[in-house]
Nanobody, 117 residues
């Protein structure tokens, strides 16, 4: 129904910034709840940020004030702007789109973000 492709992951020094992109196709993107998740080795996947179709956002406490989720429905693309990056932010980041809260939804392939000096 919807295909997602992430890009933008990289190696960055602590305090640096990075912007991830997720391009969607195959469905009506504007109708979906979108989100960014991350998973570090040996740890469970966790929600980083989400945005409803109406623009309501939610952030994990660990990233609030540093990360910003946004979406451009005309371009069928969602973004995660990451500032003041910390080593604890190192993980594979996945974008997600779903029609219903609590459902599994559709996932991108993941992009690696490594924060290290």
């Amino acid at each position: 129904q919807v295909q997602l492709v992430e890009s933008g992951g990289d190696l960055v020094q602590p305090g640096g910034s990075l912007k991830l992109s997720c391009a969607a196709s195959g469905s009506i993107f504007s109708r979906y709840i979108v989100g960014w998740y991350r998973q570090a080795p040996g740890k469970q996947r966790e929600l980083v940020a989400s945005m409803t179709s109406g623009g309501i956002t939610n952030y994990a406490d660990s990233v609030a004030g540093r990360f910003t989720i946004s979406r451009d429905n005309a371009k069928n693309t969602m973004y995660l702007q990451m500032n003041s990056l910390e080593p604890e932010d190192t993980a594979v980041y996945y974008c997600n789109a779903k029609l219903f809260p609590g459902s599994f939804g559709f996932w991108g392939q993941g992009t690696q973000v490594t924060v290290s000096s």
